[in-house]
């Protein structure tokens, strides 16, 4: 089913539920987007005159609508549409001098553009233009004269680019088509026009010259004889004097069209300096001459809102400028030299001459103060350009001041200008003596505007920095705990003030239109401002990053110190080669050969700084393997300690003497490193030693008892836990012990370590046998000699479990390992760690 708007504004009542101004809000602008919507509006209006295309040609047309029906023509084609609107669509027929068809327009939401379709499927769409565009197709031409229809015919084909014939259609009033006796379509006929078009296009001529000096009388034709620049091919061009179409006694004068095999043969000839192929509509963009330049030129600066595209500074030799300036400074310097042309009267094309191996020099306009000209410029590829000159260019300012009085030649206006313009004429109307130079080639408007700046900019920059400041919480930094970082202050809050302060100055010189001994140094002092401040406050933000991210590292579930530490070092490296270059490219320094010239002498620099490179790539290593972590407790070759920093270029350790040993990454990757964070387990591995008096069964009841003990201890890992009878010591039978103990905290190491040993002298008391000691023991009195009742029952132990066939070597059985797995008491009874509910169950 259709929406319709009722539906749509009872949808957006749902927007009452939200609470508060919010939901105002959101439902003001929603009842206002509905209540402009076209759904609301009715039907588009298709008024107006509309500039078509279509595949390989096109039209002005003009629109009336009434009600849902709309009527219009193309006089171009000597067509007429008729339709009917619905919504945003218009559908209906054409017919012109070619036939006839249907077509469907679809208008775009804004009402400017629209896109269609023929009854064949080929596209057809157009955009609205001004009404002057229609006049030219309906107003009666002034041919009074032969050179003004030549005049009027040559700006006819100069409007018509490619696919565009159309736009002669405006000029066939201006011919005589007498020569042809065949009834032909308005199509013929612009054909014709297109290749005389053509003809007169590749000659240069001064069109107010082809007057004869004793004047017309009553001559009824006049003929006139063209060259081409540079060839000297001649064409000569016939007039015919007949009525004017308006029915007045005025004699119009009509160029008559040859017969077309004649201007194929002269069109030919013409052509032999561009290999015989008519130019594209864009070759000229080439500036192969001075032509191509001067047309390029005004076209560009048409078409370009601000004027300062790459092929229009290209038309222009601006080698005098500095390169940190030169984009700005271009396009101001091209506004003076337009605005000097359309004072002089800019002539046509066709006046200007167009023949590529020229190499003099094209002098359009002299005056006292300077002069317009275009000259020749080979590039690298040995190929010509034309370009107006560097003085051209230093001298447009001077011009434009000689002239700024001289009225515009008609029909020169341009809607847009450049700012500074906007401005200067908004100075001139307040007061001309604001435009009187005042020193250093500067107006007095421009001194004001400069004090302006600094008296705005000031106090602004102070408020945006503590906006700034306050929004990113830059005042409370981690680390600002630290005495080896600087204030806020001077870290972020100053840096931003004198960017805020320069920023509004870069804005202000690129809307003020400085000369350049005033303007260059300006920005090269706000440049160097950006750079150092902007620069600081950078390296010292990645550094506040660095700091909270491992402040709040404990939150992540991912957490590198290696990459945090690694990205951080490259980063504030990259800021600190950003701002050089900055820096170099606001002092127009060569920096890109430089950096150029470190492929080839790329081996002297990694010899000089191998020792750097070396670290840094040993940083990578780092990153890449990953062997330990900051935090990490490690053997370090003869170093014990605790990472404390993974940088660029090296690794910090501190030492368990407290001391920070640096060690260079180069030299780091190469030790044997013994990461004691990363152990799953620690190893418990000792050798008690009994007294040699300890009879056999006394011994394996000692070792039975102590696998008992691994077995039943919950931090003792099962496998491989294990005690043996090692051998006979010089002083001792020995047992080795050899577990793993499930933790990899040293400390809570050291406490299971403790219980185990105190619960093995419990057994071996228990035994009834002792430990050995080293040493030489001197009887001096009889000996009582080991506890004859605790060896009598250690040894009928091992004999009732000789006689069951139960004694536990080499292992315990299977079942018996399972019965006692985890059953000691662990923390013992009574100790501070134990759980109370749990002894008073026992």
Same mark, same amino acid.
């Given at each position: 089913?259709k929406?319709t /708007?009722?539906?749509?504004?009872?949808?957006?009542?749902?927007?009452?539920?939200?609470?508060g101004?919010?939901?105002?809000l959101?439902?003001?602008?929603?009842l206002?987007?509905?209540?402009?919507?076209?759904?609301l509006?009715?039907?588009?209006?298709?008024?107006?005159?509309?500039?078509?295309?279509?595949?390989?040609?096109g039209?002005?047309?003009?629109?009336?609508?009434?009600?849902?029906?709309?009527?219009?023509?193309?006089?171009?084609?000597?067509?007429?549409?008729?339709?009917r609107?619905?919504?945003?669509? =218009?559908?209906?027929?054409?017919?012109?001098a070619?036939?006839?068809?249907?077509?469907t327009?679809?208008?775009?939401?804004?009402?400017?553009?629209?896109?269609?379709?023929?009854?064949?499927?080929?596209?057809?769409?157009?955009?609205?233009?001004?009404?002057?565009?229609?006049?030219?197709?309906?107003?009666?031409?002034?041919?009074?004269?032969?050179?003004? +229809?030549l005049?009027?015919?040559?700006?006819? &084909?100069?409007?018509?680019?490619?696919?565009?014939?159309?736009?002669?259609?405006?000029?066939? /009033?201006?011919?005589?088509?007498?020569?042809? !006796?065949?009834?032909?379509? $308005?199509?013929?006929?612009i054909?014709?026009?297109?290749?005389?078009?053509?003809? $007169?296009?590749?000659?240069?001529?001064?069109?107010?010259?082809?007057?004869?000096a004793?004047?017309?009388g009553?001559?009824q034709?006049?003929?006139?004889?063209?060259?081409?620049?540079?060839?000297?091919?001649?064409h000569?061009?016939?007039?015919?004097?007949?009525?004017?179409?308006?029915?007045?006694?005025?004699?119009?004068?009509?160029?008559?069209?040859?017969?077309?095999?004649?201007?194929? $043969?002269?069109l030919?000839?013409l052509? !032999?300096? #561009?290999?015989?192929?008519?130019?594209?509509?864009?070759?000229?963009?080439?500036?192969?001459?001075?032509?191509?330049?001067?047309?390029?030129?005004?076209?560009q600066?048409?078409?370009?809102r601000?004027?300062?595209?790459?092929?229009f500074?290209?038309?222009?030799?601006?080698?005098?400028?500095?390169?940190?300036?030169? !984009?700005?400074?271009?396009?101001l310097?091209?506004?003076?030299l337009?605005?000097?042309?359309?004072?002089i009267?800019?002539?046509?094309?066709q006046?200007?001459?167009?023949?590529?191996?020229?190499?003099?020099?094209?002098t #359009?306009?002299? #005056?006292?103060?300077g002069?317009?000209?275009i000259?020749p410029?080979q590039? !690298?590829?040995?190929?010509?350009?034309?370009?107006?000159?560097?003085?051209?260019m230093a001298?447009?300012?001077?011009l434009?001041m000689?002239?700024?009085?001289?009225?515009?030649a008609?029909?020169?206006?341009r809607?847009?200008?450049? /700012?500074?313009?906007?401005?200067?004429?908004?100075?001139?109307?307040?007061?001309?003596?604001?435009?009187?130079?005042?020193?250093? &080639?500067?107006?007095l408007w421009q001194? %004001?505007a400069l004090?302006?700046w600094?008296?705005?900019?000031?106090? =602004?920059?102070?408020?945006?920095?503590w906006?700034?400041?306050?929004?990113?919480?830059?005042?409370?930094?981690?680390?600002d705990?630290?005495?080896?970082?600087?204030?806020?202050e001077?870290?972020?809050?100053?840096?931003?003030?004198?960017?805020?302060?320069?920023? $509004?100055?870069?804005?202000a010189?690129?809307?003020?239109g %400085?000369?350049?001994t005033?303007?260059?140094?300006l920005?090269?002092?706000?440049?160097?401002t950006?750079?150092?401040?902007? &620069?600081?406050?950078?390296?010292?933000?990645?550094?506040?990053?660095?700091? +909270?991210?491992?402040?709040?590292?404990?939150?992540?579930?991912y957490?590198?110190?290696?990459?945090?530490?690694?990205?951080?070092?490259?980063?504030?490296?990259?800021?600190?080669?950003?701002?050089?270059?900055?820096?170099?490219?606001?002092?127009?320094?060569?920096?890109?050969?430089?950096?150029?010239?470190?492929?080839?002498?790329?081996?002297?620099?990694?010899?000089?700084?191998?020792?750097?490179?070396e670290?840094?790539?040993?940083g990578?290593?780092?990153f890449?393997?990953?062997?330990?972590?900051?935090?990490?407790?490690?053997?370090?070759?003869?170093?014990?300690?605790?990472?404390?920093?993974?940088?660029?270029?090296?690794?910090?350790?501190?030492?368990?003497?407290?001391?920070?040993?640096?060690?260079?990454?180069?030299?780091?990757?190469?030790?044997?490193?013994?990461?004691? @964070?990363?152990?799953?387990?620690?190893? %418990?591995?000792?050798?008690?030693? %009994?007294?040699y008096?300890?009879?056999?069964?006394?011994?394996?009841?000692?070792?039975?008892?102590?696998r008992?003990?691994?077995?039943? #201890?919950?931090?003792?890992?099962?496998?491989? @836990?294990r005690?043996?009878?090692?051998?006979?010591?010089d002083?001792?039978?020995?047992i080795e012990?050899?577990?793993?103990v499930?933790?990899?905290?040293i400390?809570?190491?050291?406490?299971?370590?403790e219980?185990?040993?105190?619960r093995?002298?419990?057994?071996v008391?228990?035994?009834?046998?002792?430990?050995?000691?080293?040493?030489t023991?001197?009887?001096?009195?009889?000996?009582?000699?080991?506890?004859?009742?605790?060896?009598?029952?250690?040894?009928?132990?091992?004999?009732?479990?000789?006689?069951?066939?139960?004694? /536990?070597?080499?292992?315990?059985?299977?079942?018996?390992?399972?019965?006692?797995?985890?059953?000691?008491?662990?923390p013992?009874?009574?100790?501070?760690?134990?759980?109370?509910?749990?002894?008073?169950?026992k």
């Amino acid at each position: 089913m259709k929406e319709t /708007p009722l539906c749509t504004v009872s949808g957006a009542l749902v927007l009452l539920r939200l609470r508060g101004r919010f939901a105002e809000l959101v439902l003001a602008i929603v009842l206002l987007a509905l209540l402009s919507s076209p759904a609301l509006s009715g039907p588009r209006d298709w008024t107006g005159v509309w500039d078509t295309q279509w595949r390989d040609g096109g039209a002005v047309m003009h629109l009336q609508q009434d009600g849902n029906r709309v009527i219009g023509t193309y006089p171009g084609f000597e067509g007429i549409v008729q339709g009917r609107v619905d919504g945003n669509q =218009l559908s209906g027929t054409w017919t012109d001098a070619a036939g006839s068809g249907e077509f469907t327009f679809s208008l775009a939401p804004d009402g400017q553009t629209f896109m269609g379709r023929f009854g064949t499927g080929e596209w057809w769409t157009g955009a609205r233009t001004d009404a002057e565009m229609a006049r030219t197709f309906l107003e009666v031409p002034d041919l009074s004269s032969p050179e003004r +229809t030549l005049e009027l015919f040559l700006r006819a &084909g100069n409007k018509s680019g490619e696919g565009r014939s159309d736009r002669l259609g405006a000029a066939l /009033p201006m011919l005589d088509f007498s020569a042809f !006796e065949d009834p032909m379509t $308005v199509y013929d006929r612009i054909g014709l026009a297109r290749m005389l078009f053509h003809i $007169v296009d590749r000659l240069t001529m001064r069109v107010w010259e082809i007057r004869p000096a004793e004047g017309f009388g009553d001559r009824q034709e006049y003929s006139v004889e063209l060259t081409q620049a540079g060839t000297g091919h001649a064409h000569t061009l016939r007039f015919r004097a007949g009525e004017r179409s308006d029915g007045s006694d005025a004699v119009a004068w009509r160029l008559v069209v040859p017969p077309e095999e004649e201007m194929r $043969v002269a069109l030919d000839a013409l052509l !032999e300096i #561009h290999d015989g192929e008519v130019p594209h509509s864009r070759q000229h963009h080439e500036l192969r001459s001075p032509r191509a330049t001067m047309r390029t030129f005004i076209e560009q600066w048409d078409n370009a809102r601000l004027g300062n595209s790459e092929l229009f500074l290209k038309t222009m030799d601006l080698s005098q400028i500095a390169a940190a300036v030169r !984009e700005d400074e271009g396009a101001l310097l091209g506004e003076y030299l337009v605005q000097v042309l359309y004072r002089i009267g800019l002539p046509l094309r066709q006046e200007i001459p167009d023949f590529p191996d020229r190499r003099g020099p094209y002098t #359009h306009f002299v #005056h006292p103060v300077g002069s317009v000209e275009i000259l020749p410029f080979q590039q !690298e590829d040995g190929s010509t350009i034309w370009r107006f000159s560097a003085e051209t260019m230093a001298s447009a300012r001077a011009l434009f001041m000689a002239l700024e009085d001289m009225p515009l030649a008609d029909d020169m206006e341009r809607g847009e200008s450049t /700012p500074f313009f906007v401005i200067r004429n908004e100075v001139r109307s307040v007061h001309r003596d604001l435009l009187r130079e005042s020193g250093g &080639g500067m107006e007095l408007w421009q001194w %004001l505007a400069l004090a302006l700046w600094l008296v705005v900019s000031i106090p =602004l920059s102070w408020f945006l920095s503590w906006v700034v400041v306050r929004l990113f919480r830059l005042q409370g930094a981690e680390g600002d705990q630290d005495e080896h970082v600087l204030a806020p202050e001077t870290r972020f809050i100053w840096p931003l003030r004198l960017i805020f302060v320069a920023g $509004v100055g870069l804005l202000a010189l690129r809307i003020l239109g %400085l000369p350049q001994t005033v303007d260059m140094p300006l920005r090269v002092l706000i440049g160097v401002t950006l750079s150092l401040a902007g &620069g600081w406050l950078a390296y010292h933000l990645v550094d506040k990053i660095s700091r +909270t991210i491992e402040a709040h590292s404990h939150h992540f579930r991912y957490r590198d110190e290696v990459l945090r530490s690694l990205a951080t070092s490259v980063a504030k490296l990259a800021v600190i080669i950003g701002a050089v270059l900055f820096l170099a490219e606001i002092l127009s320094l060569p920096y890109q050969g430089v950096l150029a010239g470190l492929g080839i002498g790329g081996l002297a620099v990694a010899l000089a700084a191998r020792s750097t490179l070396e670290n840094f790539i040993g940083g990578i290593t780092l990153f890449a393997d990953k062997p330990i972590e900051v935090g990490d407790f490690c053997r370090l070759g003869d170093h014990l300690g605790v990472i404390e920093a993974i940088g660029l270029r090296s690794v910090r350790v501190r030492s368990i003497d407290r001391t920070v040993v640096t060690i260079p990454n180069a030299e780091f990757v190469n030790l044997y490193i013994e990461n004691f @964070a990363r152990r799953d387990r620690i190893l %418990l591995r000792t050798t008690i030693g %009994l007294r040699y008096e300890t009879t056999p069964d006394q011994l394996r009841w000692v070792v039975a008892e102590i696998r008992k003990l691994l077995l039943q #201890h919950p931090m003792v890992t099962p496998e491989p @836990a294990r005690a043996r009878f090692a051998g006979f010591g010089d002083h001792s039978v020995d047992i080795e012990i050899f577990a793993y103990v499930s933790t990899s905290d040293i400390n809570e190491f050291l406490a299971v370590q403790e219980d185990i040993f105190l619960r093995l002298i419990d057994i071996v008391d228990e035994s009834g046998t002792g430990f050995a000691f080293p040493s030489t023991v001197n009887y001096l009195a009889r000996d009582s000699g080991v506890d004859a009742e605790r060896t009598e029952r250690a040894e009928a132990i091992m004999r009732e479990l000789r006689k069951g066939n139960e004694l /536990p070597f080499p292992e315990f059985d299977l079942k018996t390992r399972s019965e006692l797995r985890d059953t000691l008491d662990y923390p013992p009874e009574g100790s501070a760690n134990s759980d109370p509910r749990t002894d008073a169950n026992k």
